[in-house]
């Protein structure tokens, strides 16, 4: 049987692991961050600055992890469609990143950035440019729906406060 990932996207401090921790206790799956995999794999590669000194070289960390390190064959990935670069531009993960993990769906998180900039300034003790971090929304949202019409799987776009029976719906529906 082929591994299934759910892919959980959306900016820092929008909600994911909140969302995936719950999702993967109501549904008995595993939830792996896209960047503790890369961790695992590469030391060092983010900062509190929330920035990547080399996003597509990352992501080939990401695929190699996944393939050494996971082997269970239906899981919870979250992770970005688009991140801070060294030069803290917006930029986006590579096509190719998406179409080797091929997920079987995308679940893709938004807010008001003002609640994600109070999450990521309790979380982290830091504050950041609410312009950068609503653009940088407005992207993932773009390139999301830009990566699952190419890759042709379901797209759930969620908002943090809204009801959760939608995704546990289309969950229960692939899996």
Do not use: W
Not at 46 to 73: C, H, M, P, R, W
């Amino acid at each position: 049987m082929k591994r299934a990932i759910f892919f959980v996207a959306g900016i820092h401090g929008v909600g994911k692991s909140t969302l995936c921790k719950k999702i993967s206790k109501l549904h008995s799956l595993p939830h792996y961050s896209a960047s503790e995999l890369i961790q695992r794999i590469r030391s060092g590669t983010y900062s509190s600055k929330k920035v990547s000194q080399n996003v597509g070289k990352n992501q080939n960390f990401l695929i190699t992890a996944i393939n050494e390190l996971v082997s269970e064959q239906t899981i919870i990935l979250d992770g970005h469609f688009c991140l801070f670069n060294k030069d803290e531009e917006i930029e986006r993960i590579p096509t190719q990143t998406f179409m080797d993990l091929s997920p079987c769906a995308v679940i893709l998180m938004h807010d008001e950035i003002s609640s994600v900039m109070r999450r990521i300034e309790n979380r982290d003790n830091t504050k950041h440019s609410t312009e950068r971090f609503a653009a940088l929304q407005s992207e993932e949202i773009l390139y999301g729906k830009k990566i699952t019409e190419k890759l042709n799987i379901p797209l759930l776009i969620f908002n943090f406060n809204d009801d959760e029976s939608e995704i546990h719906n289309l969950i229960n529906t692939i899996k």
